[in-house]
Structure formats: C-alpha cells, structure tokens
C-alpha cells in the first residue's frame, strides 16, 4: 500500500509584503497572517531564501554534478525568477515542508479569507504526488 498524499501551501505577497516577511515575520503590517500560522504551529519560508539555502549546502557537500543543485542554481541567477520566487512562501508545518491531508485543509481554510488582499494575493497547493510535480529539465539531468 502506498503512503498517502502529503500537501504543502503556499502563500504568494506582493512586492513589498514579500519584503517585510522575508525581514520580520511577525510584523503587524502582515496581520492577521502570523497568527494564523502561530495557532498552527507553522511559519513562512521564502522560495528564494530556501532555493539560495539548498545551493549553499550543496556546494558546501560538493553536490555540483546533482541535476537539482544545477537547476537551482541556474534558477537563484535568474533575476526574474528571483523576483518571483521572491514572492512566494512555502508554509512549513511544525517544521515540515509537507504534511498531512487533515493540516493542510484545516490551515487552507483559516487562511483562504486573506487571499485577495492587501497581504496574501494568492495560495497555491501542492501534494507529493510524483505525477503531479515539475520534473528537473533535461538539461540540468
């Protein structure tokens, strides 16, 4: 029997938003977003702050020929996807970056009121599903 689905969210901000999250968090001008995430025991990681985390560790671990350190490397380059990946937030989960069906609902609907305005534009969702999921381009392989 295969293991079920684990689900991530995924908050998009704004330019500025994006800014003041990526600096503080819990800034009040991100009201009421950090404490609904506090109530689930979740937090905020930037795309783009993880994607540079992940190259720094691989090239620290000499993980230079893996195909996934090459896309994100040609990808924290890109000045227009780090402007877009700039933007977007994975929400973590008492620490994880997936989690299950039942924490990934119960967050999506306490969020979904936010969507639209003046903090979060948009929220994505994303599961473990390998059918569902970018494979790493041909080039990078």
């Known amino acids: 029997m295969s293991e079920p689905l684990q ?3 995924r908050v998009y901000l704004d330019e500025k938003m994006a800014a003041t999250a990526r600096r503080d968090p819990r800034s009040p001008d991100l009201a009421p977003l950090p404490d609904i995430l506090e109530r689930y025991g ?9 994607f540079e985390a992940y190259v ?6 000499g993980a230079l020929d893996d195909p996934l350190y090459k896309w994100t490397k040609v990808t924290v380059q890109d000045p227009a996807m780090r402007a877009r990946h700039g933007r977007s937030f994975a929400i973590r989960v008492g620490g994880a970056e997936v989690y299950d069906k039942a924490a990934a609902d119960a967050l999506e ?11 979060v534009r948009r929220m994505s969702r994303h599961d473990t599903d390998p059918a569902k999921n970018i ?4 080039e990078y392989r």
């Open 7 to 9: 689900h991530q969210l």
């Open 56 to 61: 720094v560790d691989a090239e620290a671990k």
């Open 135 to 138: 494979p790493i381009p041909r």
């Open 42 to 50: 979740a937090t905020m990681v930037c795309q783009l702050d993880a």
């Open 109 to 119: 609907h306490d969020l979904e009121p936010l969507v639209g305005g003046s903090v």
